[in-house]
């Protein structure tokens, strides 16, 4: 069941799936999921933790995967994808769509007071630590050291937050 503070502030353009195995979406206080918004269950059993303040602009995507956790004033700008999950496509014999999905490189871990580019995809086994900036249209996956300044594709340290 998914819990969403009262205070939160959900677009009703956007699009909240309901787990059918028990995968969870929180939006905590304050938090605003604007308009063409789509948070979807597929590929693991991670649930999406969305935090205090925390702002996911319009047209991102975030699949639960392997999970996703928001800290606290989090700005997400628009058209990201959040995929904490890899299908599976070894076996040339059988369909990508039928070998299911990978085990989870650990989920997508944002931390506190992040900004995250447009246009940014961030994959499975990313961790970004707090106060980093993330520059639009970066292809992220890995670990991003707190107040980083990254960008391009792959990410590089550009600078520092001062």
């Known amino acids: 069941m998914n819990r969403f503070d009262e205070s939160a502030i959900i677009s009703p353009y956007s699009r909240i799936e309901t787990s059918v195995r028990g995968n ?43 999970g996703i956790t928001i800290g606290k004033h989090v700005l997400i700008a628009a058209n990201c994808t959040l995929a904490p999950v890899n299908h599976e496509y070894n076996d040339k014999t059988k369909l990508i769509k039928d070998q299911g999905f990978k085990k989870s490189c650990g989920g997508i871990v944002i931390e506190d007071d992040v900004w995250i580019g447009a246009g940014c995809v961030l994959l499975d086994g990313t961790h970004i630590e707090r106060g980093c900036v993330i520059g639009a249209a970066s292809f992220v996956k890995g670990y991003f050291s707190a107040y980083g300044v990254f960008g391009g594709n792959p990410p590089e340290k550009r600078g520092e937050r001062s």
């Open 24 to 66: 969870v979406v929180e939006i905590h206080h304050g938090a605003v999921i604007d308009d063409f918004v789509k948070i979807k269950f597929a590929g693991g059993s991670g649930d999406i933790i969305i935090g205090e303040g925390s702002y996911i602009n319009s047209g991102c995507v975030l699949y639960s995967g392997g």
